[in-house]
C-alpha cells in the first residue's frame, strides 16, 4: 500500500502544467487537463555543488549579530551580487529579514533598499548595515561593564528599570530574569546615541530569547518542558558575551565598509504597496531576495520566533506579525492563478483537504501580488534573483522554483537558470507538520532553488 502510494505521489509530481480558464475567485477548483510537461526537461535547470558552501564561515562580519530563521547565507548572497550585479548601482531585497544582501551590498559598494514588515528584522538589518566608530562604541562597552560590575555590589544604584508590558511575563520569564531584563533595557534606554543603542538593543534582544522559557531551536512559540528544573541563566554574563561578538564582526565589517553604499530599510508591505517616492518604476538593477517558504502560520513562523523581543522592545502589535506576513489572511474563497501547474497543485492539495488548500492559495494569492510589484521596479536587462524552497503539503511537493519562474515571465522576464543548492548550514527547523496533524512530522526541504530572471 506504501508503495503505491508513493508511485502516485511520483505520478502527481510528473502533472506540472495545466490548461485552465480562470476566474477571479471560487468555492472549488475544477480539475486541470494534464499536458504531460516534464520540469526535469529544463536544460537550465542544475545541480551546482559549488554553491553549497559547506564549510565557509557564515557568520562572517556583521552577519554573526543575530539568530533568525531560515537566513540566507552571505556567501550566496555575495556570489549573486558578484556574477549578476558587478555592474549595478541599486539593489533591492523585498523581504530583506535581517539583511544579509544589504550587508554584502555594503561590502560591494552598492546602494541598497530593503523593506520587511518585522520590526526585530528591521531593527537587526539596520544595525548590521550601520558603520559605527568602533572607539566611541568602547566608551559606551566600558561604561556598560562598570555599571553592571558596581551593582554586583550595591544594588541600589540601579539608574532605572524598564519592564514592559509582555503578555504572560510569568509564563515565559522567571521573576528573577523579569528584573534583570528591565535593568538592562532600562540602561540601554539611557543611551543617547541612536545607533549605539540599537547596537545594544540586538544583542538584548538575543538575550532576551536565549533566557526566557523558550524551547531551544524551536521557532514557533513553546515553552520547554523542563522551565522548572532550568538552572537560572547569567542574564548580564550573557548580553556581554552578545555584545562582545558583535563587536568582533562591526570591526571586521567596518574594515571591508565601501563607503560609497548607501542603505535604507523601510516597513512597507511589497504584497500590498511599493511607494514611488521610495522606488520608482524601472529604477532598480538588481533584486536579491529569500522570499518566505509559506505562510508563516504552517512554515517558518518568523512572528512567534521574534514576539518575546519585539514585546520587550516596545514594538506594537508584535502578536499580530504573522498575520500581515504573505498568506496571512486566510482565502475565505479558492482563487485560479494564470500559473498553469499552480493551479494543479492546488487542484492536487484540495482533494487532500479542501481546508488545508486555503493556506496554499492565501500564500500564493500574495507572491503573485507582491512578485508583480516588484517587476515594475527593475529596469529593462535588471536581473531578480530569489532563493526559494519547495514546501511539501499534505504530501504534495510544491514547485515554488517554478511557479516563481513562471511568474516572473508573466511579468516580462526571461528565465536564465536556476541553480539547485543543498542547504547543509540553514538556520531552519529539522521537522515540521506538512499534514498540519498535531505529532505528525517529516523532514523540512533539503534544497534551495536560485531562480535568475532578466527583464527584457
Same mark, same amino acid.
Given at each position: 500500500m506504501e508503495e503505491k502510494t508513493k508511485k502516485a505521489d511520483q505520478q502527481n509530481s510528473n502533472k506540472l502544467e495545466f490548461n485552465l480558464d480562470c476566474t477571479p475567485t471560487i468555492d472549488k477548483v475544477s480539475e486541470p487537463k494534464v499536458l504531460n510537461y516534464n520540469l526535469k526537461k529544463r536544460t537550465n535547470k542544475r545541480v551546482d555543488e559549488s554553491w553549497d558552501f559547506r564549510n565557509a564561515n557564515t557568520k562572517e562580519f556583521?552577519?554573526?549579530?543575530?539568530?533568525?530563521?531560515?537566513?540566507?547565507?552571505?556567501?550566496?548572497?555575495?556570489?549573486?551580487?558578484?556574477?549578476?550585479?558587478?555592474?549595478?548601482?541599486?539593489?533591492?531585497?523585498?523581504?530583506?529579514?535581517?539583511?544579509?544582501?544589504?550587508?554584502?551590498?555594503?561590502?560591494?559598494?552598492?546602494?541598497?533598499?530593503?523593506?520587511?514588515?518585522?520590526?526585530?528584522?528591521?531593527?537587526?538589518?539596520?544595525?548590521?548595515?550601520?558603520?559605527?566608530?568602533?572607539?566611541?562604541?568602547?566608551?559606551?562597552?566600558?561604561?556598560?561593564?562598570?555599571?553592571?560590575?558596581?551593582?554586583?555590589?550595591?544594588?541600589?544604584?540601579?539608574?532605572?528599570?524598564?519592564?514592559?508590558?509582555? *503578555?504572560?511575563?510569568?509564563?515565559?520569564?522567571?521573576?528573577?530574569?523579569?528584573?534583570?531584563?528591565?535593568?538592562?533595557?532600562?540602561?540601554?534606554?539611557?543611551?543617547?546615541?541612536?545607533?549605539?543603542?540599537?547596537?545594544?538593543?540586538?544583542?538584548?534582544?538575543?538575550?532576551?530569547?536565549?533566557?526566557?522559557?523558550?524551547?531551544?531551536?524551536?521557532?514557533?512559540?513553546?515553552?520547554?518542558?523542563?522551565?522548572?528544573?532550568? &538552572?537560572?541563566?547569567?542574564?548580564?554574563?550573557?548580553?556581554?558575551?552578545?555584545?562582545?561578538?558583535?563587536?568582533?564582526?562591526?570591526?571586521?565589517? &567596518?574594515?571591508?565598509?565601501?563607503?560609497?553604499?548607501?542603505?535604507?530599510?523601510?516597513?512597507?508591505?511589497?504584497?500590498?504597496?511599493?511607494?514611488?517616492?521610495?522606488?520608482?518604476?524601472?529604477?532598480?538593477?538588481?533584486?536579491?531576495?529569500?522570499?518566505?517558504?509559506?505562510?508563516?502560520?504552517?512554515?517558518?513562523?518568523?512572528?512567534?520566533?521574534?514576539?518575546?523581543?519585539?514585546?520587550?522592545?516596545?514594538?506594537?502589535?508584535?502578536?499580530?506579525?504573522?498575520?500581515?506576513?504573505?498568506?496571512?489572511?486566510?482565502?475565505?474563497?479558492?482563487?485560479?492563478?494564470?500559473?498553469?501547474?499552480?493551479?494543479?497543485?492546488?487542484?492536487?492539495?484540495?482533494?487532500?483537504?479542501?481546508?488545508? &488548500?486555503?493556506? &496554499?492559495?492565501?500564500?500564493y494569492k500574495d507572491y503573485e501580488k507582491s512578485i508583480g510589484l516588484v517587476s515594475r521596479t527593475l529596469k529593462k536587462g535588471g536581473f531578480v534573483c530569489y532563493v526559494v524552497g519547495n514546501r511539501t503539503v499534505k504530501g504534495i511537493k510544491i514547485p515554488t522554483d517554478e511557479i516563481t519562474t513562471k511568474l516572473f515571465e508573466q511579468n516580462n522576464f526571461t528565465h536564465i537558470e536556476t541553480i539547485v543548492r543543498n542547504i547543509p548550514? *540553514?538556520?531552519?527547523?529539522?521537522?515540521?507538520?506538512?499534514?498540519?496533524?498535531?505529532?505528525?512530522?517529516?523532514?523540512?526541504? *533539503?534544497?534551495?532553488?536560485?531562480?535568475?530572471?532578466?527583464? *527584457?
Amino acid at each position: 500500500m506504501e508503495e503505491k502510494t508513493k508511485k502516485a505521489d511520483q505520478q502527481n509530481s510528473n502533472k506540472l502544467e495545466f490548461n485552465l480558464d480562470c476566474t477571479p475567485t471560487i468555492d472549488k477548483v475544477s480539475e486541470p487537463k494534464v499536458l504531460n510537461y516534464n520540469l526535469k526537461k529544463r536544460t537550465n535547470k542544475r545541480v551546482d555543488e559549488s554553491w553549497d558552501f559547506r564549510n565557509a564561515n557564515t557568520k562572517e562580519f556583521t552577519h554573526c549579530f543575530h539568530s533568525y530563521p531560515a537566513m540566507m547565507i552571505p556567501q550566496v548572497a555575495r556570489r549573486i551580487i558578484n556574477t549578476y550585479g558587478s555592474n549595478a548601482k541599486m539593489l533591492f531585497d523585498p523581504y530583506c529579514g535581517t539583511g544579509t544582501s544589504l550587508v554584502e551590498a555594503c561590502l560591494a559598494g552598492k546602494n541598497a533598499i530593503g523593506t520587511d514588515i518585522n520590526p526585530l528584522a528591521r531593527l537587526i538589518a539596520t544595525t548590521k548595515t550601520t558603520k559605527l566608530d568602533i572607539q566611541v562604541l568602547d566608551l559606551f562597552f566600558h561604561d556598560f561593564m562598570d555599571y553592571f560590575f558596581a551593582l554586583n555590589f550595591q544594588d541600589d544604584g540601579i539608574k532605572s528599570m524598564i519592564i514592559p508590558e509582555v *503578555k504572560n511575563i510569568d509564563f515565559w520569564f522567571s521573576k528573577s530574569v523579569q528584573r534583570k531584563l528591565g535593568i538592562l533595557l532600562g540602561y540601554i534606554e539611557n543611551i543617547n546615541d541612536i545607533s549605539i543603542r540599537n547596537f545594544f538593543k540586538v544583542a538584548f534582544s538575543e538575550t532576551v530569547r536565549e533566557v526566557s522559557y523558550q524551547k531551544p531551536g524551536e521557532f514557533k512559540l513553546i515553552r520547554r518542558k523542563d522551565f522548572d528544573k532550568r &538552572v537560572e541563566p547569567d542574564v548580564i554574563g550573557i548580553m556581554i558575551s552578545k555584545l562582545t561578538r558583535n563587536r568582533r564582526g562591526l570591526i571586521d565589517f &567596518v574594515k571591508s565598509y565601501d563607503n560609497n553604499s548607501s542603505i535604507s530599510i523601510y516597513d512597507f508591505n511589497t504584497v500590498e504597496n511599493i511607494p514611488i517616492n521610495i522606488l520608482k518604476d524601472e529604477s532598480v538593477d538588481i533584486v536579491v531576495t529569500s522570499p518566505p517558504y509559506g505562510d508563516s502560520r504552517t512554515t517558518v513562523a518568523y512572528g512567534q520566533y521574534s514576539r518575546l523581543s519585539n514585546q520587550w522592545l516596545g514594538f506594537l502589535q508584535a502578536n499580530q506579525i504573522d498575520n500581515k506576513l504573505m498568506g496571512g489572511k486566510k482565502s475565505k474563497q479558492l482563487y485560479e492563478f494564470k500559473c498553469d501547474f499552480l493551479n494543479g497543485v492546488i487542484y492536487a492539495v484540495q482533494k487532500q483537504d479542501s481546508e488545508r &488548500v486555503r493556506d &496554499v492559495v492565501s500564500f500564493y494569492k500574495d507572491y503573485e501580488k507582491s512578485i508583480g510589484l516588484v517587476s515594475r521596479t527593475l529596469k529593462k536587462g535588471g536581473f531578480v534573483c530569489y532563493v526559494v524552497g519547495n514546501r511539501t503539503v499534505k504530501g504534495i511537493k510544491i514547485p515554488t522554483d517554478e511557479i516563481t519562474t513562471k511568474l516572473f515571465e508573466q511579468n516580462n522576464f526571461t528565465h536564465i537558470e536556476t541553480i539547485v543548492r543543498n542547504i547543509p548550514n *540553514k538556520r531552519m527547523p529539522s521537522k515540521n507538520s506538512p499534514s498540519n496533524i498535531a505529532g505528525k512530522t517529516a523532514s523540512t526541504m *533539503k534544497n534551495e532553488y536560485i531562480v535568475i530572471c532578466q527583464k *527584457k
